[in-house]
């Protein structure tokens, strides 16, 4: 029996993982602190964002995402920086996209500069999403869809 493809999203605390998770996953919307990574419906893996943060927790994002069939760096775009270093997706030798969150409450300036520091942070597909009201989630659907059935078929 084949293992159902899964994604790995990879960001800082509050960027908005879980509720992307939920929202992709179909589960209502609810805030709460992610303490451990979480396997959401079989397919999302939710990290907490202390793995990014601290230095010490990286190794665990690296073991974790073993388990992964694609990288996703959130972004939130009211952040006033990153905490990707440069390349940061390209560690993990598989391909990795880029996900702006909370363009609902960014103006257009927040969102292009968390569009580059994901580019720069090695995410070669980028979207930007609400996941609290839905705007910008179906590109999003519509890839994950894609790359995991041709993954599952070899095609990805």
Wanted: proline fraction near 3%; aromatic fraction near 6%.
């Amino acid at each position: 029996m084949e293992r159902q493809k899964r994604v790995i999203l990879i960001g800082r605390t509050s960027a908005g993982k879980t509720t992307l998770s939920q929202r992709l996953s179909g589960q209502a919307l609810q805030y709460r602190k992610t303490q451990a990574v979480e396997i959401v419906s079989r397919s999302v893996i939710d990290t907490p964002g202390e793995y990014l943060e601290r230095r010490s927790g990286r190794g665990a994002l690296m073991v974790t995402a073993a388990d992964a069939d694609l990288i996703v760096l959130v972004q939130d775009a009211t952040e006033g920086g990153t905490m990707f270093p440069p390349a940061y997706g390209s560690q993990f030798a598989k391909e990795a996209v880029g996900v702006v969150t909370k363009i609902d409450r960014a103006d257009p300036g927040q969102v292009g500069r968390a569009r580059e520091y994901l580019k720069m942070a090695g995410a070669g597909r980028i979207f930007a999403l609400s996941s609290v009201t839905g705007e910008g989630m179906e590109p999003l659907r519509r890839y994950l869809e894609a790359r995991t059935e041709g993954a599952a078929s070899g095609e990805g």
